[in-house]
């Protein structure tokens, strides 16, 4: 390994199955913000409800050294029980979903129902002067579509960040 | 398993005692009250008050790391509990097992910014293993079952469980521990057992290597007395140095001529120059810390690190290391000395002796040694003097410090021939830490010798415990290193600083022997070296806890020192060699403890 790979900032997706008790978000996100790591996105929800458990997905970016300091912290806290690395552990799909509020007149809308076609994204709201469109995707999509719209009378996102899960029959 | 109905109060104090606390250092408050009224009630749980709640923590800090047991707190709502966080982040940064019960309002009125509300498990859960907010009183007793376990287990750490005022008074069901006390818990795990094939490569490393150090830390005092002996075991069965790190001191005898001295900023000359220049490091129960490693660019350039850690964050943090083994240092050593013996393994000796004769020719530069006078009591010779006099006495000695010069003159001329004999505060360098530390020592070891050293500056962050100490009759020592300097603060400004000593100069002073007095404790002081061996005689034979005032040397600096971000090699020996590296403008100022 060379000194430069060493420093090389690479951008990982990890998946973290945590108890779902009340401050265990608290705990996650105190330990990226007490020891300085990044969170590009972060989404959260119950999926498990027998179990109680919760699902967080991180996209994080750091060094290799951070990136695996990151895991073994997470891996550190309690409440969590697993943590999983899908940028290297194995194969894995990532989406996001945006909500894109576009308003305008003429020209500008039918170009903005045309992008939307080419990105199958839908209208879920619209009226004399606004659309607002549901967006899915890679997050690389998701930003390429946001851009487009910009010209074209963007007002707000809303974005759930990256959700993601690994390929095959393997649960976490 | 069985279960029973209880209030909250009554399952606190039988979980507690389920769980083998004998004693717990607290200060009762408003929401506390249904708790403390149960604690008035019944015996075999003893409660020592202490007048501030810091106090309590580092007296039971100093009750764990003298026993190895849990230390318990017990502490009020709002201020109670915030007077916690210092001792809590101190026993975080230490690896000391601590459960901390705080009272908080009742749950109907959280988050309402009641009368003493203070969102505890808020502010504490960065600097917790791990805390709780207990809600239903059904819940309690697994809470603070699992409290112990989590404190206890792994690499330990403080655990607080906040607890409002009405779960103290309903009743519910309690369920007594399981075997052992032990607690099968869902996502906490530690990994005590170290991968056999990562130890089959350690040995081969040290079989191979020519100039091979061990590097022991506190993790092997954590790990128990068994750790310890199997550790010594390994040492003198390879014939490899060893060093340790100011939290390991003991886990080696001190007297051993195996043993370099401690290593690190104020380390020994030949400990640090082998750290510099081992071709394989053995890295049992530390964490590379800092202090230790120096500047981490040019820290031990050339040679194979095995790192032995409890705690997987551990590994690759700030250094990056060839073998790393996740386990409990007893388990791995008691796994790596049955290969070793089952492989007939051998060091290479021939090695080893150059390697040694090194070693012995560092030695030579003798780099505790300090110019003794007669006419001034060095801190150094103070030092020696409440040691060996500690030994005439016969009795198994325990020391506690401050933080400060005072607490790495201690570290380098005490000896500890065993471990848990030593408590200091290194992660977090607490002044205010040793004197009520010594407090918690005391209860724990009644029979025992508590030492405490201290620096004047240190010792007015918690002297109202001689309070505390007159009420149990703790008689503690405590020797004040008195050079009226916030002294280790003075050092940096006399070398990095011009000679400026800014808010360093503390000379306006209580009358130390007066104050004891004041408490009706025994007070005591040395002038001048004369004086010194008869005022330390009437400490141990007093059974009065004891204030020493020891007037040292005040312009006294602690040698040897690897200024921060310098390399182990570039340590300075002493005054003359620190004017030549202010000079050559090698060393920069750092970051003060
Ligand atoms: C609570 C706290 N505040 C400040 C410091 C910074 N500090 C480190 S050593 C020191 C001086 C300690 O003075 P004293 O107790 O007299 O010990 P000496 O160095 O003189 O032996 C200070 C202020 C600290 N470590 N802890
Ligand atoms: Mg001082």
């Given at each position: 390994?060379?000194?430069?790979?060493?420093?090389?900032?690479?951008?990982?997706t990890v998946?973290v199955?945590?108890?779902?008790?009340?401050g265990?978000?608290?705990?996650v996100?105190g330990?990226?913000?007490?020891?300085g790591y990044n969170?590009?996105?972060?989404?959260?929800?119950?999926?498990?409800?027998v179990e109680?458990?919760?699902?967080?997905?991180i996209?994080?970016?750091?060094?290799?050294?951070?990136?695996?300091?990151i895991k073994a912290?997470?891996?550190?806290?309690v409440?969590?029980r697993k943590?999983?690395?899908?940028?290297i552990d194995?194969?894995s799909?990532?989406r996001e979903?945006?909500?894109v509020k576009?308003?305008?007149?003429?020209?500008?809308?039918?170009e903005?129902l045309?992008?939307?076609?080419?990105?199958?994204?839908?209208?879920?709201d619209?009226s004399?002067?606004?659309?607002?469109?549901?967006?899915?995707?890679?997050a690389g999509k998701?930003d390429?579509?946001?851009?487009?719209?910009?010209?074209?009378?963007?007002?707000d996102?809303?974005?759930?960040?990256?959700?993601?899960?690994?390929r095959?029959a393997?649960?976490? | 398993m069985?279960?029973?109905e209880?209030?909250?109060s009554e399952?606190?104090i039988?979980?507690?005692?389920?769980?083998?606390?004998?004693v717990?250092?607290g200060l009762?408050?408003g929401?506390?009250?249904?708790l403390?009224?149960?604690?008035?009630?019944?015996n075999?749980l003893?409660?020592?008050?202490?007048?501030?709640?810091?106090?309590?923590v580092?007296?039971a800090?100093?009750?764990a790391?003298?026993?190895?047991?849990?230390?318990t707190?017990?502490v009020?709502?709002?201020?109670?509990a915030?007077?916690?966080?210092?001792?809590?982040?101190?026993?975080?940064?230490?690896?000391?097992?601590?459960?901390?019960?705080t009272?908080?309002?009742?749950s109907?009125?959280?988050g309402?910014d009641?009368?003493?509300e203070?969102?505890?498990?808020?502010?504490?859960?960065?600097c917790?293993?791990?805390n709780?907010?207990v809600?239903?009183?059904?819940?309690?007793g697994?809470?603070?079952?699992?409290?112990?376990?989590?404190?206890?287990?792994?690499?330990?750490?403080?655990?607080?469980?906040?607890?409002?005022?009405?779960?103290?008074?309903s009743?519910?069901?309690?369920?007594t521990?399981?075997k052992n006390?032990a607690?099968?818990?869902k996502s906490y795990k530690?990994?005590?057992?170290?991968?056999?094939?990562?130890?089959?490569?350690?040995?081969?490393?040290?079989k191979k290597?020519k100039k091979?150090?061990?590097y022991?830390g506190g993790g092997?005092?954590?790990s128990?007395d068994?750790?310890c002996?199997?550790?010594?075991?390994l040492?003198?069965?390879?014939?490899?140095p060893?060093?340790?790190?100011?939290?390991g001191?003991?886990?080696f005898?001190?007297s051993d001529?195996?043993f370099?001295?401690?290593m690190?900023?104020?380390g020994?000359?030949?400990?640090?120059?082998?750290?510099?220049?081992c071709?394989v490091?053995?890295?049992?129960?530390?964490?590379?810390?800092?202090?230790?490693?120096?500047?981490?660019?040019?820290?031990s350039p050339?040679s194979?690190?095995?790192?032995?850690?409890?705690?997987p964050?551990?590994?690759?943090k700030?250094?990056?290391v060839?073998?790393?083994?996740?386990?409990d240092v007893?388990?791995?050593?008691?796994?790596?000395?049955?290969h070793?013996k089952?492989?007939?393994?051998q060091?290479?000796?021939?090695s080893?002796?150059?390697?040694?004769?090194?070693?012995?020719d560092?030695?030579?530069?003798?780099?505790?040694?300090y110019t003794?006078?007669?006419?001034?009591?060095?801190p150094q010779y103070?030092?020696?003097r409440?040691?060996d006099l500690?030994l005439?006495?016969g009795?198994?000695?325990?020391?506690?410090?401050?933080v400060?010069?005072?607490?790495m003159?201690a570290a380098?001329?005490?000896?500890?021939?065993?471990?848990?004999?030593?408590?200091?505060?290194?992660?977090?360098?607490t002044?205010?830490?040793?004197?009520?530390?010594?407090?918690g020592v005391q209860?724990?070891?009644?029979?025992?010798?508590?030492?405490?050293?201290?620096?004047?500056?240190?010792?007015?962050m918690?002297?109202q415990?001689?309070?505390?100490?007159m009420?149990?009759?703790?008689?503690?020592?405590?020797f004040?290193?008195?050079?009226k300097?916030?002294?280790?603060?003075r050092q940096?400004?006399e070398?990095?600083?011009?000679e400026?000593y800014?808010?360093?100069v503390?000379?306006d002073?209580?009358?130390f022997?007066k104050?004891?007095?004041a408490?009706?404790?025994l007070g005591?002081?040395?002038?001048n070296?004369g004086?010194?061996d008869?005022v330390?005689?009437?400490?141990?034979a007093?059974?009065?806890?004891?204030?020493v005032?020891?007037?040292?040397?005040p312009?006294?600096?602690?040698?040897?020192?690897?200024p921060?971000?310098?390399a182990?090699?570039?340590?300075?020996?002493?005054?003359?060699?620190?004017?030549?590296?202010?000079?050559g403008?090698?060393?920069?100022?750092?970051?003060?403890?």
């Amino acid at each position: 390994m060379t000194n430069n790979d060493k420093d090389d900032i690479l951008r990982h997706t990890v998946s973290v199955l945590v108890d779902n008790e009340s401050g265990v978000l608290a705990r996650v996100i105190g330990l990226f913000s007490g020891r300085g790591y990044n969170i590009e996105s972060l989404t959260v929800a119950e999926t498990d409800h027998v179990e109680n458990l919760s699902k967080i997905t991180i996209v994080t970016s750091g060094t290799r050294q951070v990136i695996e300091q990151i895991k073994a912290q997470l891996d550190r806290l309690v409440p969590v029980r697993k943590v999983v690395d899908l940028t290297i552990d194995g194969p894995s799909v990532e989406r996001e979903m945006a909500l894109v509020k576009v308003a305008g007149e003429g020209e500008h809308r039918v170009e903005a129902l045309r992008i939307a076609d080419i990105f199958r994204a839908r209208v879920i709201d619209s009226s004399n002067s606004s659309f607002v469109f549901e967006v899915f995707g890679k997050a690389g999509k998701v930003d390429a579509f946001i851009k487009l719209m910009e010209p074209l009378g963007l007002v707000d996102v809303s974005r759930t960040g990256v959700v993601a899960i690994s390929r095959g029959a393997e649960g976490l | 398993m069985s279960t029973k109905e209880m209030t909250g109060s009554e399952i606190i104090i039988q979980a507690l005692k389920d769980q083998g606390v004998d004693v717990m250092f607290g200060l009762p408050g408003g929401v506390l009250l249904p708790l403390y009224d149960a604690l008035f009630k019944q015996n075999g749980l003893r409660h020592i008050l202490v007048k501030h709640e810091q106090a309590a923590v580092h007296a039971a800090e100093g009750y764990a790391r003298s026993t190895g047991k849990v230390g318990t707190v017990l502490v009020t709502s709002g201020p109670g509990a915030t007077n916690t966080v210092t001792g809590l982040v101190d026993a975080m940064m230490d690896s000391v097992p601590l459960v901390c019960l705080t009272g908080q309002v009742p749950s109907s009125l959280i988050g309402n910014d009641a009368f003493q509300e203070a969102d505890i498990t808020g502010i504490t859960r960065g600097c917790t293993k791990h805390n709780y907010l207990v809600k239903d009183v059904n819940d309690l007793g697994r809470v603070l079952h699992e409290a112990y376990y989590v404190a206890r287990t792994g690499r330990p750490g403080p655990v607080l469980v906040d607890i409002p005022k009405d779960v103290l008074l309903s009743l519910g069901t309690y369920q007594t521990p399981g075997k052992n006390s032990a607690v099968e818990h869902k996502s906490y795990k530690p990994q005590v057992k170290g991968d056999t094939a990562a130890i089959k490569e350690a040995i081969d490393l040290i079989k191979k290597a020519k100039k091979p150090l061990f590097y022991g830390g506190g993790g092997i005092v954590n790990s128990g007395d068994a750790a310890c002996t199997l550790f010594t075991q390994l040492v003198k069965m390879t014939g490899i140095p060893c060093s340790l790190t100011l939290m390991g001191l003991g886990a080696f005898p001190g007297s051993d001529d195996q043993f370099l001295g401690m290593m690190g900023m104020h380390g020994t000359y030949e400990a640090n120059m082998a750290m510099h220049d081992c071709d394989v490091m053995i890295n049992i129960g530390a964490r590379f810390d800092d202090r230790v490693t120096g500047a981490l660019d040019k820290f031990s350039p050339d040679s194979k690190k095995i790192h032995v850690d409890i705690d997987p964050s551990s590994i690759n943090k700030n250094v990056v290391v060839d073998v790393p083994i996740i386990g409990d240092v007893a388990h791995v050593l008691e796994e790596l000395i049955k290969h070793w013996k089952a492989d007939q393994a051998q060091v290479n000796t021939k090695s080893l002796d150059k390697w040694w004769k090194q070693i012995n020719d560092w030695r030579t530069k003798d780099s505790l040694k300090y110019t003794s006078s007669n006419k001034v009591i060095k801190p150094q010779y103070a030092l020696e003097r409440i040691r060996d006099l500690a030994l005439e006495t016969g009795k198994d000695t325990f020391y506690t410090t401050e933080v400060g010069q005072h607490q790495m003159w201690a570290a380098q001329h005490l000896c500890f021939e065993k471990p848990k004999r030593w408590m200091t505060s290194g992660g977090l360098g607490t002044m205010g830490y040793g004197f009520p530390s010594a407090m918690g020592v005391q209860v724990a070891h009644p029979d025992g010798l508590v030492v405490a050293i201290a620096g004047d500056g240190s010792f007015q962050m918690n002297l109202q415990e001689i309070a505390t100490l007159m009420a149990y009759r703790l008689p503690v020592k405590c020797f004040i290193l008195n050079n009226k300097f916030l002294g280790m603060v003075r050092q940096w400004q006399e070398m990095f600083h011009g000679e400026r000593y800014s808010e360093s100069v503390i000379e306006d002073q209580p009358d130390f022997v007066k104050l004891a007095e004041a408490y009706g404790a025994l007070g005591l002081r040395a002038n001048n070296p004369g004086e010194l061996d008869d005022v330390i005689k009437q400490a141990y034979a007093s059974d009065l806890p004891t204030i020493v005032d020891i007037r040292t040397d005040p312009e006294e600096n602690v040698f040897p020192m690897i200024p921060s971000g310098a390399a182990h090699n570039e340590i300075i020996l002493g005054p003359e060699d620190s004017e030549s590296s202010e000079n050559g403008g090698s060393v920069s100022s750092g970051v003060l403890v």
